[in-house]
């Protein structure tokens, strides 16, 4: 069973605060992918990765880092949160080994930025 | 500029009844489509995928029709039931394998018993 975990599962943080969400996934997937969600906007690209050491900007980069130290890891990285960052976060990784290419995602992380 | 539009955006049916969700998009170099369902408090999970030179794929109850000429495709649910009460998204994979997909907006889909 494909297994990507996400910490925390809820923050509060404050605005100009320096957030940074966690995910670890044991697939050994070598894609991994940061997603928010909103209502109405459906669930938008921020950044991903192709394996250890590289990241790319997805849709909707701006106000965000990635940071993928391993295979296991990827880290989304808010420097300065700002109200607009509230949302809930998804975490997910992927491979094309065979069949239908599926991306594997963890539970979220909800973020309120007060 | 939204590359995947879906539609419903809410859709209410009853138990026993057929679902149907549509999406079309603009991209032509779209060659994969999966479906993904999502329960309140999870993540999306793959539900069921097509390839552009398919038009249609089944999966028990579930089955997603391509139409490749007019960019369109959709997700049919036959005999819903009140399990299936989630939010349906469709996705295209922008460009040949590249992992990256592109999500609709989602429909929330609930079966009344």
């Known amino acids: 069973e494909a297994a990507v975990t996400q910490s925390p599962r809820n923050k509060v943080a404050v605005t100009g605060g320096k957030v940074t969400l966690s995910c670890n996934q044991t697939?050994?997937?070598?894609?991994m992918y940061w997603y928010r969600q909103d209502t109405g906007h459906g669930l938008r690209l921020i950044h991903y990765?192709?394996?250890?050491?590289?990241?790319e900007k997805g849709d909707i980069p701006d106000g965000y880092k990635a940071s993928r130290p391993s295979q296991e890891n990827f880290s989304l990285i808010l420097e300065l949160a700002t109200p607009s960052q509230t949302s809930v976060y998804f975490c997910?990784?992927?491979?094309?080994?065979?069949?239908?290419?599926?991306?594997?995602f963890g539970p979220g992380t909800r973020l309120t930025v007060l | 500029q939204q590359q995947v539009r879906q539609s419903p955006q809410s859709l209410t049916v009853w138990e026993g009844g057929t679902t149907v969700l549509t999406c079309s998009y603009e991209d032509s170099t779209f060659n994969y489509f999966p479906w993904y369902q999502q329960f309140p408090g999870e993540g999306p999970a793959l539900l069921i995928s097509?390839?552009?030179?398919?038009d249609k794929k089944e999966d028990g109850r579930f089955t997603t029709f391509f139409n490749k000429r007019e960019k369109k495709l959709s997700l049919h649910i036959i005999d819903s039931q009140p399990g299936d009460s989630a939010t349906y998204f469709c996705?295209?994979?922008?460009?040949?394998?590249?992992?990256?997909?592109?999500f609709g907006h989602g429909t929330i889909l609930r079966v009344h018993p």
């Open positions: 990765s192709y394996g250890a050491g590289s990241t």
């Open positions: 697939n050994n997937h070598n894609n």
């Open positions: 996705a295209a994979e922008a460009g040949a394998n590249t992992g990256k997909l592109t």
């Open positions: 997910a990784s992927g491979d094309r080994d065979w069949g239908p290419y599926e991306q594997y």
């Open positions: 097509i390839l552009s030179v398919s």
